[in-house]
């Protein structure tokens, strides 16, 4: 937890942004996976903990932003959870350490909301993604539950955007520690991984580095040859000599902080030499990608620039053919990267993507686009300094997408299909780092970038 100061700021500048009413924040319980006592891992939601700090279940809390009350809603333990749980501090002096004075029993929070309904408050929710606080807000307000996102508070979901997407320098030395243990889970897998291992042999050796250095995966683990797959999480292949493997995985630290990396190796070592040139053109997105992060280009624009190296890469090949930039217009590269350069992370590893990923990536100057490929692109926005973002462009040759392509003539003024025929067995490349968007430029989090050029892989495979 970070200093009760930093949790009072927050909440003073998120009560700014807000002009009337109240403000319901709703922690998240505990879910049970085979039976409700054997629960899944506990995470907190992020919007809580960066506006309250308390890392554990059954927790609401409202800030009236009208008076400046604020009320933490929450039990102290019986001597049953003592028992199991051993001794807690009493909820006041939770509260207190986040600079909160007034906690009340979770039982209140109904009566509370109700009072205020009853004399017409506006209370303000966020979007729900929890079965259990989607049944608890229908029950306080009576909204039905298919209604429940779209009556969230658009106000309400701004403001704790516009304060969550620039990180303060508490939260990138956390992201920074989160970055080091994805390096060390990337860094072991290349050393280990040689032809003959099961996938989930290395799957398991980096889950185990991130929750012996943190809490653990920031999302499940995508490691595998059918690379092609973009989030293939069946890692029963043996590695194969000529095969690629997709790895992309990240921490999550004890602060909760995400980080999110993918590396590409040759499951034997060695790249072949069809694959280096594919890897260098991958490559080479990547690094035009992060020499042109800066404030104030749009990421919609860094994307473009991206996804324009890599058709002109497989127009060099023979694999795309035409004008660059008539193909990039028209989406024809987006059969090989149907993905988008990147997305905001912070304490969640796609950051705030429960409150819609419109309102993160998008705003009124920077609209969606619905082109197959740029649609999937979830930070279209003008980057600002605090921002923190993904680079991860790819090429993947998805047999099933290639056939449907090739049959409706979709894009083949661009594309050789003729050619791709030879690459149905490729599997993908996708090559990730995590950018901070500085005052005047970037800079990678982490203290070292994970080995990246085709030399420097085979030699740590070596
Ligand atoms: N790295 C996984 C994702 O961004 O979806």
Redesign the pocket.
């Known amino acids: 937890m970070f200093e009760k100061e930093v949790y009072i700021r927050r909440r003073q500048k998120l009560q700014a942004s807000v002009k009337s009413g109240i403000l319901l924040f709703l922690g998240n319980s505990e879910v049970g996976f085979n039976y409700p006592s054997n629960t899944y891992r506990y995470r907190q939601d992020s919007s809580f903990l960066y506006f309250f700090g308390l890392d554990e279940p059954d927790l609401a809390t409202i800030i009236d932003v009208e008076s400046g009350e604020e009320i933490i809603f929450g039990n102290d333990v019986d001597i049953d959870d003592i028992i199991w749980m051993g001794p807690q501090p009493a909820m006041k002096d939770k509260a207190s350490a986040v600079g909160i004075k007034k906690v009340l029993p979770f039982s209140e929070l109904e009566k509370y909301i109700k009072s205020a309904a009853n004399s017409a408050r506006i209370v303000h929710y966020l979007p729900p993604y929890r079965d259990s606080n989607k049944i608890m807000l229908n029950s306080l307000f009576g909204i039905e539950f298919g209604k429940l996102k779209e009556k969230a508070s658009v106000e309400f979901i701004k403001g704790v955007v516009a304060l969550r997407e620039i990180k303060e320098k508490c939260e990138i030395e956390e992201l920074d520690i989160a970055a080091n243990i994805g390096y060390a889970m990337h860094y072991t897998a290349m050393k280990m991984a040689k032809a003959g291992m099961v996938e989930q042999e290395l799957v398991g050796i980096m889950e185990g580095i991130s929750i012996s250095s943190g809490t653990m995966p920031s ?1 499940p683990i ?1 490691l595998s040859q059918n690379g092609e797959t ?2 293939n999480h069946m890692h029963h292949q043996i590695l194969t000599d000529g095969r690629l493997l997709v790895i ?3 921490a999550e630290n004890n602060a909760h902080y995400a980080s ?3 590396r590409t190796l040759p499951s034997g070592g060695k790249f072949t030499e069809r694959q280096k040139e594919i890897y260098t053109i991958v490559a080479t997105a990547n690094n035009l990608a992060f020499s042109m992060i800066k404030p104030g280009i749009s990421y919609r624009a860094v994307h473009l620039a991206a996804v324009r190296v890599l058709a002109q890469g497989l127009i060099n090949i023979g694999l795309m053919k035409g004008n660059v930039d008539e193909a990039v217009a028209a989406g024809a590269h987006a059969l090989f990267m149907p ?1 988008g350069l ?2 905001q992370m912070g304490l969640d ?2 950051d705030m993507e429960d409150l819609g990923e419109n309102n993160v990536g998008y705003d009124e100057n920077y609209k969606r686009s619905a082109q197959f490929g740029l649609a999937s692109l979830r930070m279209g926005k003008i980057l600002k300094p605090g921002h923190v973002i ?1 680079v ?1 462009p790819g090429c993947y040759f998805i047999p099933a997408l290639i056939e449907k392509w090739e049959k409706e003539g979709i894009n083949k003024e661009f594309i050789n299909f003729g050619k791709l025929k030879d690459y149905y067995n490729f599997g993908g490349i996708r090559l ?1 780092d995590d950018v901070l968007v500085t005052e005047k430029s970037c800079r990678l989090l982490g203290s070292k970038r994970l080995p990246i050029t085709v030399e420097d892989v085979e030699k740590e495979m070596a």
């Open positions: 999302f995508i973009l989030h992309d995985a990240g999110d990396f993918t993905h990147g997305h590893v796609h993904t991860e990730e």
